[in-house]
């Protein structure tokens, strides 16, 4: 079946312009978080969905948002960005409750903020 | 708090030795998951293996194990019979609470397989 898919997989924007970044999970999948990798900061949680609700949320400023979809495509929202929010944003899903290692990544969506 | 500590920023191998990826923690749960993630050029997050706190054996996976060692709250990797392929960034992750999917990761260790 196919993967995780992030779209879009590059971009570059403007600082204090806001942007939309996509992800499909695995279908079957109702999990779906987020992580933001920056050099600096490493790999941080930032929020997971499951079933459109937010079930976990990182230490992020509110500029950061997502949400998700009855078919759990999930989206996150950055606006007002500034020059510390490029980073590679990585999407992963899970199934929830099977397999405890079943957290399947995206290819991430790299973000450059000018 | 979890927090995960991985004291490797950089580590070269030659081909065809093994190779031990160091990893700490530290946790006040009782029950948690560790993680190993590989991380080539592309960024792409690849599941390696994984280790329950209340599993009694290593975890292995193919050349892949888990030295886990619960009362020095370690998880260290070792992978066998290195190859070019396996030059990559590794993480070491740990997962709380069974159910929530968030994890913690560590900073990393740039594995380097020399020919």
């Known amino acids: 079946k196919a993967g995780v898919t992030q779209t879009p997989r590059y971009l570059i924007k403007t600082r204090g312009q806001q942007v939309t970044l996509s992800c499909s999970p695995i279908s079957g999948h109702r999990s779906v978080s987020w992580y933001q990798q920056t050099p600096g900061q490493g790999l941080q949680f930032l929020f997971e969905?499951?079933?459109?609700?937010?079930?976990n949320k990182g230490n992020f400023p509110g500029r950061f948002s997502g949400r998700q979809f009855s078919n759990s495509r999930s989206e996150m929202n950055v606006s007002t960005l500034e020059l510390g929010d490029s980073a590679l944003y990585l999407c992963?899903?899970?199934?929830?409750?099977?397999?405890?290692?079943?957290?399947?990544f995206g290819p991430g969506t790299r973000l450059t903020v000018t | 708090a979890q927090k995960i500590t991985q004291t490797q920023p950089g580590m070269f191998v030659q081909e065809k030795e093994a190779v031990t990826l160091d990893c700490t923690y530290d946790?006040?749960?009782?029950?948690?998951?560790l993680f190993w993630y590989k991380q080539p050029s592309s960024g792409e997050m690849i599941f390696l293996i994984y280790?329950?706190?209340?599993?009694?054996q290593n975890a292995t996976e193919g050349r892949y194990s888990l030295n886990f060692q619960k009362a020095r709250k370690s998880a260290n990797l070792v992978i066998s019979a290195s190859q070019l392929g396996d030059s990559a960034m590794y993480f070491c992750a740990m997962r709380g609470v069974q159910g929530a999917q968030k994890l913690v990761f560590g900073q990393g260790t740039r594995l380097t397989i020399n020919p």
């Open positions: 946790t006040s749960d009782q029950s948690y998951g």
């Open positions: 280790q329950g706190s209340y599993d009694e």
């Open positions: 992963a899903s899970s199934l929830d409750g099977a397999d405890p290692y079943e957290q399947y």
């Open positions: 969905y499951f079933s459109e609700t937010q079930r």
